[in-house]
């Protein structure tokens, strides 16, 4: 499996934005479920946002109404729009791709800082 490649974490004040983008190189990307997890330190890893296939999306509470994940299956990618970024925000983020054979594959992550 070819891992999943993140970008565009970084420092942000709160209130203010980022756009996680998450590349995964397969044939048919449009297949599988795409997920966006966090893990803060001192903290386990949790499930933010989850787009599947048929572009159906589920979100954990507490970025409700903040944050979108959308995707690009032309483009094998998948996004994470972070609006209203509070400090609590502050994690790696990971993508995490789900094939059709239930194989997951993870990518390296990258850090989002909420802080003025």
């Known amino acids: 499996q070819v891992q999943p490649v993140e970008s565009g974490g970084g420092l942000v004040q709160p209130g203010g934005s980022l756009r996680l983008t998450c590349v995964a190189s397969?044939?048919?990307?449009?297949?599988?479920?795409m997920s966006w997890y966090r893990q803060a330190p001192g903290k386990q890893r949790e499930l933010v946002a989850t787009?599947?296939?048929?572009?159906?999306?589920n979100y954990v509470d507490s970025v409700k109404g903040r944050f979108t994940i959308s995707r690009d299956n032309a483009k094998n990618t998948v996004y994470l729009q972070m609006n209203s970024l509070k400090p609590e925000d502050t994690a790696v983020y990971y993508c995490?791709?789900?094939?059709?054979?239930?194989?997951?594959?993870w990518g390296q992550g990258t850090q989002v800082t909420v802080s003025a």
């Open positions: 995490n791709a789900l094939n059709p054979q239930y194989i997951i594959s």
């Open positions: 787009i599947f296939t048929g572009q159906t999306t």
């Open positions: 397969r044939s048919n990307f449009n297949k599988y479920v």
